[in-house]
């Protein structure tokens, strides 16, 4: 499913002033966009030095697209992360240890309010996230943009079971959006499997969506609503 596709039908005449892509792995979020949105500026976020060259070589022809080797964060610094070339489930890692032969690397972390700030970037269009398990850190980062509802559109993922621990449970980030303001504009499946959805975890078909990707949109400010 193209987020990117329901966010246009559902506000047709709405142009993102730049979409931010952070998880960007190998472009193929940055592929639906450009389905979409073919000239809005993209910034792309891929902090694994491997999948972030695998990335640059997927967006060469596409001058409105920006790659950055960093990682994201509620606060700046640096983070060890898991490291296999082009895979889509490298996360930063908080544990006490590491799986025997996994490969590693050290990134730099941001936040998103320093970026914007460092980038002169006032508004974002679409902020979608998918930080294996990361994304309420992320979004913590984008604490000010948040509350100053200067992002239109968030995508998140996001657990929907109860039994998946290995994504953000929808809920916290829910509350999360809704304290700063933000609506619920739709919760879509990922995984989806023609027997079922799939747990990352057990590696069975299990009944139910497991994980999803919510979409949040900033609610008008009082003085900007439509009187009734």
Not at 103 to 128: H, M, N, R, W, Y
Request: charge should be negative.
């Amino acid at each position: 499913m193209n987020i990117f596709a329901q966010i246009r039908n559902a506000d047709p005449s709405y142009e993102p002033p730049c979409i931010f892509d952070i998880g960007a792995n190998v472009g193929q979020t940055v592929a639906q966009i450009r389905k979409i949105y073919r000239d809005v500026p993209v910034h792309a976020f891929e902090p694994i030095s491997t999948t972030h060259a695998m990335l640059q070589a997927a967006v060469a022809g596409d001058a409105a697209t920006q790659t950055h080797r960093i990682a994201f964060a509620g606060r700046a610094g640096t983070a060890r992360m898991q490291a296999r070339p082009g895979v889509v489930v490298n996360r930063i890692i908080t544990g006490p240890g590491t799986p025997p032969n996994m490969p590693t690397e050290e990134v730099e972390v941001a936040t998103g309010d320093a970026f914007c700030a460092a980038q002169g970037i006032s508004e974002i269009g679409i902020l979608k996230v998918d930080t294996e398990g990361h994304d309420l850190e992320v979004l913590a980062g984008f604490h000010g943009m948040l509350a100053a509802r200067r992002v239109r559109y968030v995508e998140a993922e996001c657990a929907v079971s109860p039994r998946n621990t290995m994504h953000v449970p929808f809920q916290r980030i829910a509350d999360y959006m809704f304290a700063f303001g933000y609506g619920l504009f739709g919760l879509f499946p990922s995984g989806i499997h023609p027997k079922g959805y799939a747990n990352l975890q057990s590696g069975k078909r299990d009944r139910g969506i497991w994980f999803g990707n919510a979409v949040f949109i900033a609610e008008p400010w009082p003085e900007d609503a439509i009187p009734m």
